[in-house]
């Protein structure tokens, strides 16, 4: 592989939170290749979120990035602590899209307003020339007459049309990494497979590096070049979307795709994953995933493993890919979905 244009180094975030501290990322390490698109999944409260606003400089005022590093166009800017120094970074290089419109958009004023002011702050454009090159990158995300749309307000668009405003405002400053944060939740799934389409054509337009995240394995499968699996504010596995998918190797990655309801047996119950989520105020001993793995071996319990490579593409952070360990099989599901990818392969 070539540089990544992100890498993030062991990276460990804390917040005070009533006069006691959690740690919501526990040495995290992860990297973006140029032009590839990145799928972070598992389930809420995992951390990705929090992850991907350390890339902006938007974590809350109780947060901070306690040690390792994130480092971006030769500099580490897990370092900057100053607003200006994020406006080189934020919205210029690295731009959001958040996953309700109508929280991300001010509804007092227009929408081309609000894409002409961030093109007024990172790329110095006034007046006319704000407003023509607002119009042309509303036109780029399919908004219908988008002249006569820019002096409209956010509540005379539809959900669809409002997250295309975001998205154009994200491009406004044809940044090199558009972090996605659950583009398409609120909105149905015809609307879904339109703005999915349009990230893939933009990042093709622009040669976007492109994160996803999302709880939705569905979208994943269909956008992912690599996929991250997070669990308790760490990356338990990270592989080529085939790889997760028809390959995984840590338990937790096994019970979220055993919880695929397109994988369920009629007239069975569906999987869900059994136990909740670590208390991450306190430390974790072991793997964080051992109390709701019925998998687990004992080591799970006391030391947390390390990386071990599946491929020079896969890695996965489970006590069971030791030499030593005993041979442990996946669920039926997972080794059927092997058997599946196997007998496809030429």
């Known amino acids: 592989m070539n540089e990544p244009i992100l890498k993030v180094l062991d990276l460990v975030i804390k917040f005070s939170l009533r006069g006691r501290i959690l740690t919501a990322i526990r040495g995290a390490s992860l990297d973006l290749q140029h032009g590839e698109t990145l799928a972070i999944v598992g389930e809420s409260g995992s951390g990705k979120s929090v992850l991907t606003k350390s ?17 971006f166009d030769g500099r580490d800017i897990a370092e900057y602590r100053s607003e200006k120094e994020w406006l080189t970074i934020r919205g210029r290089k690295i ?3 958040f996953q309700d419109p109508m929280t991300a958009l001010n509804p007092l004023r227009t929408v081309g307003l609000q894409i002409s002011e961030t ?11 704000a407003k023509r090159r607002a ?7 399919g908004i219908p007459d988008a002249a006569g749309r ?13 997250q ?3 998205i154009a405002t994200a491009m406004a400053c044809n940044p090199e990494i558009l972090i996605c944060d659950e583009p398409t939740t609120a909105l149905d799934v015809t609307i879904q497979a339109q703005i999915i389409e349009l990230i893939r054509r933009l990042q093709r337009q622009y040669q976007l590096s492109v994160i996803y995240i999302t709880h939705d394995l569905g979208v994943v499968a269909s956008v992912a070049d690599r996929v991250a699996v997070m669990y308790a504010g760490d990356i338990v596995e990270l592989g080529t979307a085939e790889e997760v998918f028809y390959n995984s190797q840590h338990p937790y990655t096994w019970a979220l795709l055993s919880s695929l309801p397109q994988l369920g047996i009629r007239g069975q119950p569906l999987y869900s994953i059994r136990g909740t989520p670590p208390n991450l105020f306190s430390d974790i001993p ?46 039926e599901t997972i080794l059927a979905m092997r058997r599946k990818w196997r007998g496809a392969r030429p």
């Open 119 to 129: 093109l007024e702050l990172h790329q110095g454009l006034r007046g006319a020339s």
């Open 95 to 97: 731009a959001m899209i």
């Open 150 to 162: 820019y002096s409209q307000y956010p509540h005379e668009f539809s959900g669809g049309m409002r």
């Open 286 to 331: 072991g793997d964080a995933f051992a109390p709701r793995n019925p998998r687990a071996l004992k080591i799970d319990f006391e030391e947390r493993p390390p990386y071990f490579t599946v491929s020079p593409t896969h890695v996965a952070r489970t006590w069971l890919l030791d030499p030593r360990a005993p041979k442990v099989e996946p669920p």
């Open 135 to 141: 119009v042309e990158i509303l036109s780029d995300v």
């Open 55 to 71: 890339f902006i400089g938007m974590l809350d005022n109780n947060g901070w990035v306690d040690s390792g590093a994130i480092m």
């Open 164 to 166: 295309r405003v975001v």
